[in-house]
C-alpha cells in the first residue's frame, strides 16, 4: 500500500510564475491537508479537504493560493504569481473517514524555490 | 485554542546519554498529542501518540513520552542516544476541528 505521494519532490519558479503541487493520498483515504514549512519553522496548517469539499481553509493566504480535491485525481495546491516568500515545503497529510487524531500520514513533501 | 510550546530550540547529547526533548501544551479540551521527527529535507515520520489512553506512550526507535495533565506537559526521552536519532522534532497536539498544531521544533543533535 503506497503512501502519500507528493510531487514533484522539488520545484523551481521564477517569480511571477505558478506553482502546482501534487498530492495523492493513501488508498482508501478521502481526507487531505496541506501544511507548510517554512525555513527553520514548524508546520502550519494550510487547508483541509474532503473529495470535491473545501472542509476547512482557515490557514491558506487570501490571495493567491488556492487548493482542490477532484473526484478523481490528486488533490492540487496552486499558487500564482509566486513570491520569494512562498519558497517553503508543502507537506501534504492524508487520513481515512472518521478522522480519531491517529491515523494521519505525511508525504515527504514538496519543496518549492522561487527564483 | 490548541498550542504547543517546545521549550528547547536545540538540544545536544553524547551517543550513548539519555535524550529529553520537553514540551509543553495548552488545551481546552482532553487533547491528542504526538511526537514526529524529520531528518533534514525529509518527511515527517511519526514517532509516538497520545490518545487518553496510557499517560507513559511508547514509540519507535526506543522512544517514550509520559503525559502529565498536572504539568500540561509531554516530554519525549529515549534512555541512549544514537547517532541516527540526530534530526528534528516536533510536538505536535490535534485540534477537535480536524487540524495539527505543531511547536517551533527541537533539534537533536548527537555527538560520537
Known amino acids: 500500500n503506497a503512501g502519500v505521494m507528493q510531487n514533484p519532490r522539488h520545484l523551481v519558479r521564477r517569480r511571477g510564475q505558478e506553482a502546482r503541487l501534487r498530492c495523492s493520498p493513501m488508498k482508501g483515504h478521502s481526507h487531505v491537508y496541506w501544511y507548510r514549512q517554512l525555513p527553520e519553522e514548524g508546520l502550519k496548517f494550510m487547508v483541509y479537504l474532503q473529495k470535491e469539499n473545501i472542509i476547512d481553509e482557515s490557514g491558506m493566504p487570501k490571495e493567491r493560493f488556492s487548493a482542490e480535491f477532484p473526484k478523481e485525481g490528486p488533490s492540487i495546491l496552486r499558487i500564482q504569481q509566486v513570491v520569494r516568500g512562498d519558497s517553503a515545503a508543502y507537506f501534504c497529510a492524508s487520513s481515512p473517514p472518521g478522522f480519531s487524531g491517529n491515523t494521519i500520514y505525511f508525504g515527504e513533501g514538496s519543496w518549492l524555490t522561487v527564483v | 485554542a490548541q498550542s504547543v510550546t517546545q521549550l528547547d530550540s536545540h538540544v545536544s547529547v553524547s551517543e550513548g546519554t539519555p535524550v529529553l526533548l520537553r514540551c509543553n501544551y495548552s488545551?481546552?479540551?482532553?487533547?491528542?498529542l504526538f511526537w514526529y521527527v524529520q531528518h533534514p529535507n525529509k518527511g515527517l515520520q511519526l514517532l509516538l501518540k497520545y490518545t487518553s489512553a496510557a499517560t507513559l506512550v511508547k514509540g519507535i526507535n526506543g522512544f517514550e513520552a509520559e503525559f502529565k495533565k498536572s504539568e500540561t506537559s509531554f516530554h519525549l526521552t529515549k534512555p541512549s542516544a544514537h547517532m541516527s536519532d540526530a534530526a528534528e522534532y516536533f510536538c505536535?497536539?490535534?485540534?477537535?476541528?480536524?487540524?495539527?498544531?505543531f511547536g517551533t521544533g527541537t533539534r537533536l543533535l548527537v555527538s560520537p
Open positions: 505536535v497536539v490535534s485540534d477537535p476541528t480536524e487540524k495539527l498544531v
Open positions: 488545551s481546552s479540551y482532553s487533547p491528542s
